[in-house]
């Protein structure tokens, strides 16, 4: 059982994905304070359910990856979404 947030997922609304990065960011920077440990890698994830952007906060340093994946090929979304909760 996962005691700690490592992935922050944020809905965003369908005509505007980036819209949600900033809140998304937000969960991120809470989460990392709620776990107490400030160099754990927190990731976060953007989607309106048919793209989606993924996000790293390590310390202070704020990644956004500039592309936005869809649904196809399925292979590709899962590959990220499990790298993300192995490295977590």
Do not use: H
């Not at 990065?21 to 304070?33: D, F």
């Not at 310390?59 to 977590?88: H, K, Q, V």
């Amino acid at each position: 059982m996962l005691e700690r947030p490592i992935i922050m997922m944020v809905e965003a609304k369908p005509e505007n994905l980036n819209a949600g990065l900033g809140q998304c960011a937000a969960e991120m920077v809470a989460a990392q304070i709620f776990n107490q440990q400030p160099d754990q890698i927190i990731y976060g994830c953007v989607t309106n359910g048919e793209l989606w952007k993924f996000l790293k906060l390590q310390n202070t340093d704020l990644t956004i990856d500039l592309d936005a994946y869809s649904l196809e090929p399925i292979e590709r979304l899962l590959g990220i979404l499990i790298y993300l909760a192995c490295e977590g």
